[in-house]
């Protein structure tokens, strides 16, 4: 019998309780009312490398909802798909299947982006810094991008699960 692959789910709602058959919304609406409250989109995926494109690829479509530059779009794009790229990467799980939490907050003049899986904690012990150019190898500069793209980076451990929590100051 051939499993059912994993699917991703998205959900907009801050109340996370199960929805109801007929409830809908209009996406555009919800998050970007004149208010600009911060309503917050969760994507759960499963840790597995085909999945970082779509997850960049998403908050690049939030982004573009909320006439971002190209240059910021760019930068946090990157900065997501290293983020998640390393999430998956070091992802695990009790049930032997892992997931990737992403969660994202369109503040009027803030993005924040967190990244969480059950990797067992991380902490580096420096800021990600570029290697030499004669150093480089094919991995490595992850966090080193993710700083340079982004205002703020941090690590931290919330509930048993790794959290990478980035910041874009919006002007």
Known sequence: MQENPPKMAIDTRTDLSPLSPGDTADLTETLFSEER?????????????????????????????RSLSEDVRAAVKLAVGEAVNNAVAYARAEDGRPEVDVVIRLHANLLEIEVINESGGFQP????????????????????????????????VRDGKTV????????
């Not at 409250?37 to 759960?44: K, T």
């Not at 990478?164 to 002007?171: E, I, P, Q, V």
């Open 125 to 156: 012990e420096t800021p990600g810094k570029m290697p030499d150019a004669e150093l480089l190898a094919e991995n490595g500069r992850g966090l080193a991008l993710m700083n340079i793209m982004m205002d703020e980076v941090e690590y931290f």
């Open 164 to 171: 990478a929590l980035m910041r874009k100051w919006l002007s």
């Open 37 to 65: 409250v911060a309503v917050p989109v969760h994507v759960r995926i499963p840790a597995a490398s085909g999945y970082v494109r779509v997850v960049r690829e998403m908050v690049d479509c939030l982004c573009q909802l």
